[in-house]
């Protein structure tokens, strides 16, 4: 049994563990295998304690995690588009990951109901996310729950590779 909840520092060791893992896996053949293989969660988890201490009140980490409350699988961090304060800016999905392992049981899906529950009760009308052009699983897993492609395009580079991102977004309420 999983259970969806808001994220504490508690938890930051094993979502930098969950989100180097899920990068080695996910993204193996997109981004250059020599930046994967350089990332550790000991450096992860340095950034995202600084990151978690300094936007507490922007940002909604939420996490899955079994029954018992001490195995996290899936984390989800959401707030408003590219740090907008305007009270028209749509709500984003900032990151999404799910343990390689467990991909495919409903987790991931849990949590981004979860964030959509949390963003229209915050009023945001729409979400959006970025999503590797050439992860195709992913593409295919937002699609599913209603994520469109809306065109816009950003360009990530790793060494010398370019890296394509596309924008989605998805209505979450009528005003």
Do not use: K
């Amino acid at each position: 049994m999983i259970h969806i909840r808001e994220m504490d520092e508690s938890h930051i060791d094993a979502v930098s563990a969950l989100r180097v893992r899920s990068w080695q896996s996910a993204y193996r053949g997109i981004i250059p295998q020599s930046h994967l293989d350089g990332m550790t969660a000991a450096e992860d988890a340095r950034r995202r304690r600084a990151w978690f201490a300094s936007s507490r009140d922007q940002v909604v980490d939420l996490v899955a995690v079994d029954g018992h409350g001490d195995t996290v699988s899936g984390w989800i961090c959401f707030g408003s588009y590219r740090g907008e304060t305007d009270a028209q800016a749509p709500g984003e999905v900032y990151a999404l990951y799910v343990d390689p392992a467990r991909t495919g049981r409903g987790i991931g899906r849990d949590l981004l109901d979860s964030a959509h529950h949390h963003a229209a009760a915050h009023r945001f009308s729409t979400m959006q996310l970025w999503v590797l052009r050439d992860n195709t699983r992913a593409r295919e897993f937002y699609a599913a729950a209603g994520y469109v492609a809306d065109g816009a395009v950003e360009v990530d580079m790793y060494g010398e590779t370019a890296v394509s991102e596309l924008r989605y977004r998805r209505p979450l309420m009528s005003r």
